[in-house]
């Protein structure tokens, strides 16, 4: 039997904003393609930057947003980053977008990834998620692994625009300067 939704007939207007959130600790090749191809069907794609203070991330929101900027500066207009906090149903209501975009890497993805769908579905039904699948040669990449092979001194430049490379570099070093100097007391 038809649902009502698969049998109604009547089509709502075409949304041109899509919003792509997460928490960009840091910004990948993964994260960049995902918006980049977005880009390519939506007129304008906004990045949203989860504030979430209680999660432990490396860079901090002004360093995220900044970084996602610098690598899209040539875009500007087409992609634009925007700083929010709270539920992502709502920040998209109030960029009077429908759209959420979200970047699937792996089985082991769909299930969390679903499952926050869903509950945005029941929050906000009109708003559709959108789900892209990674690029093969993306799909091991995350901000998590990144980091670890950074912290260790590792080549993350086939992972991480050079940008993020350069900010990754001076945050370990910062660190390591700072653990240096506490050691000496
Ligand atoms: P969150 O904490 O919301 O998962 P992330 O910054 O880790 O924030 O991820 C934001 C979005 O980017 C998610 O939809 C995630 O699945 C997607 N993503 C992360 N890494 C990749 C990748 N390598 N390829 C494609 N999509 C990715």
Redesign the pocket.
């Known amino acids: 039997m038809a649902t009502k939704r698969a049998s109604q007939t009547k089509i709502g207007r075409p949304v041109d904003t899509a919003v ?6 840091p ?5 960049v ?2 918006i980049t191809r977005s880009a390519e069907i939506f007129d304008k794609v906004i990045v949203g930057v ?1 504030y979430n203070p209680s ?1 432990n991330l490396l860079f901090t929101q002004e360093e995220r947003v900044a970084l996602i900027e610098k690598q899209f500066e040539k875009y500007k207009g087409r992609i634009e980053v925007v700083s929010f906090s709270g539920l992502l149903v709502e920040f998209v209501q109030s960029i009077k977008s429908r759209v959420i ?5 792996a089985i082991s ?1 769909f299930d ?2 679903a499952q926050m769908a869903l509950v945005n579905r029941k929050l906000a039904p009109h708003i559709e998620t959108f ?5 093969e040669e ?7 692994v990144v980091k670890q092979v950074a912290m260790l001194g590792g080549d993350v430049s086939n992972m991480v625009p050079p940008v993020v490379a350069k900010a990754l570099a001076k945050k370990y070093q910062e660190r390591k300067g700072v653990g240096r100097r506490s050691d000496s007391r």
Request: glycine share 8%; proline share 3%.
């Open positions: 792509f959130p997460g928490s960009f600790d910004l990948t090749f993964g994260h393609d995902i989860l999660k975009v979200r970047g699937l890497r993805d969390y990834e789900f892209l699948t990674a690029r993306h799909s091991y990449i995350s901000s998590t």
